[in-house]
């Protein structure tokens, strides 16, 4: 691994699959603060305008025949093919933050990283992650903290106030 230039920048993610906020540590001890947001719009989006044509498979029953509504041909369906829908798109998501990652990385903007994301989607950043940002990981958090202040977002990683 190339040695990274630069005087120890320390960045943070947290993040979950809608929203990741990019956090770096600042002259004073334990403080951190904002370096950019990275949404997933598809994420904000109400589920029946994500993808109109499984509107009909998520409202739970579906007849046989056209003009009947209940009784012996409706069959229950489920919205695993919404939940799909999701996964995708979170996974996207994931790929493209770690993409960000690995670009910011390769300009020498951070040395360490500090990833604190919802349980699920660490797991789906940890997959899309290139070896470069793996090497600097410095720690991990499975939590979901992405709307709580800086300020909180130091204390749990610092252990304490700031000064």
Same mark, same amino acid.
């Given at each position: ?7 120890? =920048?320390?960045w943070?993610?947290?993040?979950? @699959?809608?929203?990741? *906020?990019?956090?770096?540590? =600042? @002259?004073?001890?334990? =403080? #951190?603060?904002?370096?950019?947001? #990275? ?5 904000? /989006? ?17 007849s ?14 489920t919205?695993s ?6 996964h #995708?798109?979170?996974?996207?998501? /994931?790929?493209r ?12 903007r ?6 604190? /994301? /919802?349980? *699920? ?7 899309? #992650?290139?070896a470069?940002?793996?090497?600097v ?18 204390? *749990?990683?610092?252990?304490g106030?700031?000064?």
């Amino acid at each position: 691994m190339v040695p990274r230039g630069g005087n120890g =920048t320390g960045w943070v993610v947290v993040a979950d @699959e809608a929203l990741a *906020r990019i956090l770096t540590t =600042t @002259e004073a001890p334990g =403080t #951190l603060d904002p370096v950019e947001a #990275l949404t997933d719009p598809a994420a904000h /989006a109400k589920e029946g305008e994500l993808h109109v044509n499984d509107a009909g498979r998520r409202g739970g029953r579906v007849s046989h025949d056209a003009g009947h509504t209940g009784g012996a041909g409706a069959t229950n369906v489920t919205a695993s093919a919404g939940d799909e829908n999701r996964h #995708l798109e979170a996974r996207a998501f /994931a790929r493209r933050v770690a993409g960000r990652l690995a670009e910011a990385l390769r300009q020498k903007r951070y040395d360490t990283l500090r990833i604190v /994301a /919802a349980p *699920r989607f660490l797991g789906l950043l940890r997959q899309e #992650l290139d070896a470069g940002v793996r090497a600097v990981v410095v720690e991990e958090i499975d939590k979901d903290l992405v709307h709580e202040g800086d300020d909180a977002i130091a204390r *749990r990683l610092y252990r304490g106030p700031p000064a």
